[in-house]
């Protein structure tokens, strides 16, 4: 698959303000910084198309992005982020739960973990939940750059352990930074879901 084009088209916190069309849409969850909004400009080879910062809860709503006037990939706030109030994480806790339940164009739920940490607890229920409600497993290891691969294969078993991945389910490394293995990702992402 290629990526030709790519905009912007709605925050949204609400259900009416996501886009009203059928397109297919694919979603990334994942902790608060981990690479989220990085992965989306890295696909679309753009740089600014997602804002990116080192502060995590960088993205507090609902980011739709138009992809080949085709398909949606939808950014999404981070969970696990310490320093915001409860009630700020009760609000984005809801804004993603009402997207993700019941929004029947979303066809795949990509999982992002930080490839230098075990997998949290709320890692390990984002997985179950993928699971639960019938998505093909995809786990992107991210920032893969900041490890060297003897630490990469030790991560690989990490990550598998402590979610419990089972062998249908997919775990691939990469790096927003140096992108390599691009075209990979980009296959293994949108297989069975769009042309
Ligand atoms: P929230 O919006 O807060 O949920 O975060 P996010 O998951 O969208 O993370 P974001 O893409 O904003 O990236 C967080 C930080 O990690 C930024 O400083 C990025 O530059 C950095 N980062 C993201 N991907 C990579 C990567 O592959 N390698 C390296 N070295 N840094 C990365
Ligand atoms: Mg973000």
Redo the contacts with the bound molecule.
């Keep these: 698959m290629k990526i030709n084009t790519s905009e912007f088209i709605i925050s949204a916190v609400k259900r009416e303000q996501y886009p009203v069309d059928n397109r297919v849409e694919l979603a990334f969850v994942?902790r608060?910084?981990?690479?989220?909004?990085?992965?989306i400009n890295a696909i679309t080879n753009r740089r600014k198309l997602v804002k990116?910062?080192?502060t995590?809860?960088?993205?507090r709503l609902i980011n739709f992005f138009l992809i080949n006037n085709d398909f949606y990939m939808v950014?999404l706030?981070?969970y696990g982020?310490a320093k915001v109030s409860k009630k700020e994480k009760a609000s984005w806790g809801n804004t993603v739960e009402t997207y993700l339940t019941g929004r029947e164009q979303l066809k795949r739920v990509v999982l992002?973990v930080d490839c230098r940490h075990k997998p949290t607890g709320d890692d390990i229920l984002m997985y179950n939940w993928i699971k639960h409600f019938g998505y093909d497993v995809i786990v992107i290891g991210?920032?893969?750059?900041?490890l060297s691969r003897m630490n990469l294969m030790k991560s690989q078993k990490v990550i598998k352990d402590t979610l419990k991945l089972t062998s249908e389910d997919k775990l691939y490394f990469?790096?927003?930074?140096n992108k390599e293995g691009r075209d990979e990702l980009i296959d293994l992402i949108f297989d069975d879901v769009v042309e």
């Design positions: 994942g608060s910084n981990v690479g989220k909004s990085s992965i990116v910062s080192q995590p809860g960088k993205t950014d706030p981070g982020y992002l991210t920032k893969s750059d900041k990469f790096s927003s930074l």
